[in-house]
T-cell receptor, first 112, second 111 residues
Framework: KNQVEQSPQSLIILEGKNCTLQ??????????LRWYKQDTGRGPVSLTI?????NTKSNGRYTATLDADTKQSSLHITASQLSDSASYIC???????????FGKGNQVVVIP | GAGVSQSPSNKVTEKGKDVELRCDPI?????LYWYRQSLGQGLEFLIY????????KSGLPSDRFSAERTGGSVSTLTIQRTQQEDSAVYLC?????????FGEGSRLTVL
């Protein structure tokens, strides 16, 4: 079983609407959690990185939350734009371990 | 350059041929990762370099895959006797103690 599970696998939203992406993980001991945006045919680009003590972090219209107790994170996209169409990847790292656990991504399509 | 640079961006090869993929990390970054991304799949860890330490090769799928990092900078991923299942995007990432920066990837197609 993958250590990082993301849901929904894909979603379509209307331009201007909000959406929330979920990430559940089992990685332990936890070090940090990152959200990346990957446009089609491009490399992933970092949106946020959160450590154990951080509950929320914003980057423009992107807001990530972290509940380290329940091992859940969410990425909220506010007032979506067509350029938000991409795959959003949740990545979790463990303390003392160079390995990163990747989710399979949430595929978001924003339509006008 | 300012970012992680990978070449070639696209490579089409015949089954059985060898290929080399190159990664130029961001200057000063001690950590370098190679990942493979197949269509609709998450990123699959291949190999990790950290400074002068022995690389973590535990993700390499077979002995046809190898990687080097010369002088702690440029890295080359070599795939020998390519197979059709090797077709994927190969992503390189570099970083220090926190942030990880990805290149745009090398798309490999094995016919």
């Amino acid at each position: 079983k993958n250590q990082v599970e993301q849901s929904p696998q894909s979603l379509i939203i209307l331009e201007g609407k909000n959406c929330t992406l979920q990430c559940n993980y089992t990685v332990s001991p936890f070090s940090n959690l990152r959200w990346y945006k990957q446009d089609t045919g491009r490399g992933p680009v970092s949106l946020t990185i959160m450590t154990f003590s951080e509950n929320t972090k914003s980057n423009g219209r992107y807001t990530a939350t972290l509940d380290a107790d329940t091992k859940q994170s969410s990425l909220h996209i506010t007032a979506s734009q067509l350029s938000d169409s991409a795959s959003y990847i949740c990545v979790v790292s463990a303390r003392g371990n160079n390995r990163l656990a990747f989710g399979k991504g949430n595929q978001v399509v924003v339509i006008p | 350059g300012a970012g992680v640079s990978q070449s070639p961006s696209n490579k089409v090869t015949e089954k059985g041929k060898d290929v080399e993929l190159r990664c130029d990390p961001i200057s000063g970054h001690t950590a370098l990762y190679w990942y493979r991304q197949s269509l609709g799949q998450g990123l699959e860890f291949l190999i990790y370099f950290q400074g002068n330490s022995a690389p973590d090769k535990s993700g390499l799928p077979s002995d046809r895959f190898s990687a080097e990092r010369t002088g702690g900078s440029v890295s080359t991923l070599t795939i020998q006797r390519t197979q059709q299942e090797d077709s994927a995007v190969y992503l390189c990432a570099s970083g220090t103690t926190g942030e990880l920066f990805f290149g745009e990837g090398s798309r490999l197609t094995v016919l």
